[in-house]
């Protein structure tokens, strides 16, 4: 069926600054479970009641947010994606 969509609008504001940045972005929730595979003890992830095996990678965000495009970011996850992970996390 249909996917229902939800907009979030976020703003940043920097006391004595004003509004720093401001996104708007649609996003929607799914079915995410992490549960315990009785037969061996591990976890594996189930979305929207599939099982999906997870190749993960890591990103840590560079110099904070100071000197980091969207570019930049979008080129990291592109590269991630080229490596076959659908899993990132980011520190």
């Known amino acids: 069926g ?4 939800y907009t979030l609008e976020l703003t940043l504001q920097v006391d004595g600054w004003g509004t720093s940045d401001v996104l708007e972005e649609t996003f929607a929730f799914r079915d ?9 003890g591990a976890r594996f992830f189930q979305v ?4 999906v095996f997870v190749r993960g ?3 840590i965000v560079p110099d ?4 980091n495009t969207k570019a930049r970011c979008w080129e ?8 076959g ?3 990132v996390r980011l520190w």
Not at 2 to 5: C, I, K, N, R
Not at 48 to 51: K, L, Y
């Open 2 to 5: 249909a996917q229902p969509l």
């Open 32 to 40: 995410l479970q992490v549960p315990l595979d009785p037969g061996t």
């Open 48 to 51: 929207n009641g599939r099982r």
């Open 57 to 59: 990678g890591n990103f």
């Open 64 to 67: 904070g947010m100071f000197r």
């Open 76 to 83: 990291e996850m592109r590269l991630h994606a080229a490596c």
């Open 85 to 87: 992970l659908n899993m």
